[in-house]
């Protein structure tokens, strides 16, 4: 990966291509690479959808090699949601087919006039960018069927849906999985919009004649990975509960711990939690024809995810993650599991964020547009996007703007950007990661539910205050330096609890550049990365203000533990005081 691809769609005559030495970049991959080019090259203050904007997609620095768990890819942008810095990252195939092409990042600037939609192709022989307004209106499943009867079976395919290209403002770029199918998404921060502002609706990769990325030291590489892949599968959760029933495994945990939001937000327990559960969702994935345990790459040996499909045995979405099946369901009083797929693959289909839009879906119910618990009615919402309607057009720009054109004060956002599936008075850590990090509410910016649920990574009580802060800031600096690498983040529970897997990590990164790596220069990469993205926010106009819950969650207990959110502001402050 030693060059970087710029299109110019705002070019004089139509969009230019320039291919140039990864230069001050090299080095930098996934997170690290989108934020240093967002960084310098982005006004903090451009409209997220005008001409300055950038749309930065890179690889992991360990894509398309051997290793295990690489395929991540990041995106990169100021964010039409959040109005900050973002960054996120999907599985899928893009990534690995990207690093073999030899591509550092794509860059896509400007903006051009008219209304034609253009695709690009890249392969071992080039770029090309077209004009294809036959794409136009097309959501991602009929799009990336189309796609694959022009260029085969084997590209890799990034694209938007109907709603990136209306650039609603929880749009999302999906990626195909090794199916082939647009089911791994880029979901966070509206980056599908800005796609579609820049009139890009696929990206087609083709790695055909290519090799995978070779290592500097191939044997010790091996070995590396080797005892790497060892410790995934020997740890509890990477190893036994994530592979038999996928991240929904986690839906009785934080019911039985009283911090799973249900409602939008109003109690921390779900009366129908066991209904849409893992074990249930993986039970009914293997006796109607489908799978309980899918990778979504090629390579990725935890294999959390499945394939559903419906009580015919006809394919219906991939197996919904456990975030999803919060957002639609317990968040919205719902517990139907083929309700549940039925809104996941609507979502992939037009292509927005699962969580922003449950929690709008959760907010509209509080607005009285219907019952929560109503399923039907929640579908009915949903499709109300993909036509494109001034309601679903309200929706798929998220939680928050739903709030205010509908008077709700209780709007579970930080920046503008919904919040996930942990209630942040029950597990106080993922509510200080909430409040301050750079990307918004983004429970994987810093998952502490690691150390206060699942009592991975350390022990800290969710319902106490002290250490919270401590615990975030590290999770988040960490967090920060996985991303660049492409790795999947589940891999954090096995270096966190077992050291010689983080130190067959180094030492796989250490062999593929051929220099040694220590536990210091993975916290030195991640805080780099954390100090361009604040000081990208603080050039926004981001303050400590913005580091803050909204207030009912210091105003209003939640059962069953009736606690409030009680992290002190002044210790929020301190988060990124290292």
């Known amino acids: 990966m030693d060059k970087i691809l710029r299109v110019d769609m705002g070019a004089e005559g139509g969009p230019k291509t320039r291919i140039e030495p990864v230069g001050e970049f090299a080095g930098l991959g996934g997170r690290a690479m989108t934020t240093a080019i967002v960084s310098r090259e982005v006004h903090p203050l451009c409209h997220p959808l005008g001409a300055e904007n950038k749309l930065v997609i890179a690889p992991g620095s360990l894509s398309g090699t051997a290793a295990s768990m690489s395929g991540r890819i990041s995106v990169g942008c100021k964010s039409p949601l959040t109005g900050g810095i973002k960054e996120s990252n999907a599985g899928g195939q893009a990534a690995q087919v990207l690093a073999r092409l030899g591509y550092a990042a794509i860059v896509l600037e400007g903006k051009p006039e008219g209304d034609d939609l253009y695709k690009i192709f890249i392969n071992k022989d080039g ?12 959501n991602n499943y009929p799009l990336v069927e189309k796609l694959q009867g022009q260029y085969g079976e084997r590209a890799a395919f990034m694209t938007i849906g109907i709603a990136g290209e209306m650039k609603l403002l929880a749009a999302s770029i999906a990626c195909t999985d090794p199916e082939k199918r647009p089911t791994r998404h880029c979901g966070r921060g509206g980056t599908g919009a800005v796609m579609g502002a820049k009139r890009v609706k696929a990206i087609i990769l083709d790695d ?6 070779p290592p500097k030291d191939p044997e010790k590489f091996r070995d590396a990975n080797r005892r790497f892949v060892e410790g995934l599968r020997k740890h509890p959760i990477t190893g036994e509960g994530l592979p038999a029933y996928g991240t929904n495994v986690l839906t009785n945990v934080l019911n039985e711990a009283g911090a799973y939001p249900t409602n939008n937000f109003r109690t921390g327990r779900f009366g129908g939690a066991a209904r849409i559960a893992g074990e249930v969702q993986a039970e009914l994935e293997v006796k109607r024809g489908g799978s309980a345990t899918h990778g979504c790459h090629r390579g990725c040996v935890i294999q959390c995810s499945g394939i559903y499909h419906d ?9 919904p993650e456990y975030e999803t099946v919060w957002a639609h369901g317990g968040n919205c009083g719902i517990d139907d599991l083929d309700v549940i797929a039925r809104l996941d693959y609507l979502d992939d289909n037009f292509g927005v964020d699962t969580m922003d839009t449950g929690a709008a879906v959760g907010v509209a119910m509080e607005a009285g547009l219907i019952p929560f618990g109503d399923g039907p009615g929640a579908i009915r919402l949903v499709e109300e996007i993909g036509k494109g309607t001034p309601l679903g057009r309200i929706l798929g720009c998220g939680a928050a703007v739903t709030g205010k054109v509908f008077g709700v004060e209780r709007v579970p956002v930080c920046k503008g950007q919904a919040m996930a599936a942990y209630d942040p008075r029950s597990v106080m850590g993922i509510g200080v990661t909430y409040a301050t990090s750079t990307q918004g509410a983004d429970h994987t910016a810093g998952y502490s539910v690691g150390p206060n649920i699942l009592k991975s990574g350390g022990n800290l009580d969710p319902l106490n205050p002290e250490g919270q802060v401590e615990m975030s800031r590290n999770l988040q600096i960490a967090t920060a330096a996985v991303d660049s690498t492409g790795m999947c983040l589940f891999i954090a529970f096995p270096l966190l609890d077992q050291p010689d897997t983080f130190q067959a990590l180094l030492d796989m990164i250490g062999a593929f550049h051929g220099v040694p790596v220590t536990g210091d220069d993975v916290t030195a990469l991640g805080k780099s990365i954390l100090k361009m993205e604040r000081d990208f926010n603080t050039r926004a106009g981001f303050s400590k203000a913005d580091d803050r819950l909204p207030r009912f969650f210091l105003q209003e207990p939640i059962p069953p533990h009736n606690v409030t959110f009680t992290v002190k502001d002044e210790d929020l402050d301190n988060v990124f005081n290292w």
Do not use: C, E, F, I
């Open 127 to 138: 770029v090309q960018v077209s004009v294809d307004n036959s794409l136009k209106n097309l």
């Open 208 to 213: 055909a004649g290519l090799k995978m990325r």
């Open 311 to 319: 009580k015919d045995g006809n394919y219906v979405t991939k197996q």
